[in-house]
Antibody, heavy 117, light 107 residues
Framework: EVQLVESGGGLVQPGGSLRLSCAAS????????MHWVRQAPGKGLEWVSG????????GYADSVKGRFTIARDNAKSSLFLQMKSLRAEDTAIYYC??????????WGQGTLVTVSS | DIQMTQSPSSLSASVGDRVTITCRAS??????LNWYQQKPGRAPKLLIY???TLESGVPSRFSGSGSTTDFTLTISSLQPEDSATYFC?????????FGQGTKVEIK
């Protein structure tokens, strides 16, 4: 069974940093590209960042470019999102998602990031 | 960026009704169009990918159609468990954008 489990969310002050993790199991992690998607409270979905299977191709939404860094450790079947210079508008549930058939076919349960003083 | 616009933003229908949600892309997304269902407090779930291919395990009352800029998600006979918000997404070009969502309620 495919499982994606996010962790690392919490309350952080504006300008602060946070590192999210996503532990994957139930599939061969290094066969798949992975993504981070976020959802602000009561709002829609926003793709944040994606990374290819071998980290050779990486993309970011303009809203996080230069502040967030995606990475993966295939040996540990883990995906990461390093977030710095956090703003109130970064407050959201952050989901990791597995790429498949040009879609996001598996999602984690999400981790909540709250940016507030 | 390709902007995705869904309509309606919300709808209320009765069990057994046929429900149609539309998604329009600001420029062609070929058939790289996906539909997700999200229930409150839960992660999104893939329903349809590549505009019309049903994800494994998804009930056959769900169907998708369209290409280029205009797409449709149809629920042929609405069931109580279909109460949720539905999102379209294009994966034709980065950034991979979502529609704003359509909330489906049961009368």
């Amino acid at each position: 069974e495919v499982q994606l489990v996010e962790s690392g969310g919490g309350l952080v002050q504006p300008g602060g940093s946070l590192r999210l993790s996503c532990a994957a199991s139930g599939f061969t992690f290094d066969d798949y590209a992975m993504h981070w998607v976020r959802q602000a409270p009561g709002k829609g979905l926003e793709w944040v960042s994606g990374i290819s299977w071998n980290s050779g191709s990486i993309g970011y939404a303009d809203s996080v470019k230069g502040r967030f860094t995606i990475a993966r450790d295939n040996a540990k079947s883990s995906l990461f999102l390093q977030m710095k210079s956090l703003r109130a508008e970064d407050t959201a549930i952050y989901y990791c998602a597995r790429h498949g058939s040009w879609s996001f076919n598996y999602w984690g349960q999400g981790t909540l990031v709250t940016v507030s003083s | 960026d390709i902007q995705m616009t869904q309509s309606p933003s919300s709808l209320s229908a009765s069990v057994g009704d046929r429900v149609t949600i539309t998604c329009r892309a600001s420029q062609s997304s070929n058939t790289y169009l996906n539909w997700y269902q999200q229930k409150p407090g839960r992660a999104p779930k893939l329903l349809i990918y590549a505009a019309s291919t049903l994800e494994s395990g998804v009930p056959s009352r769900f169907s998708g159609s369209g290409s280029t800029t205009d797409f449709t998600l149809t629920i042929s006979s609405l069931q109580p468990e279909d109460s949720a918000t539905y999102f379209c997404q294009q994966t034709y070009s980065i950034p991979w954008t979502f529609g704003q969502g359509t909330k489906v309620e049961i009368k």
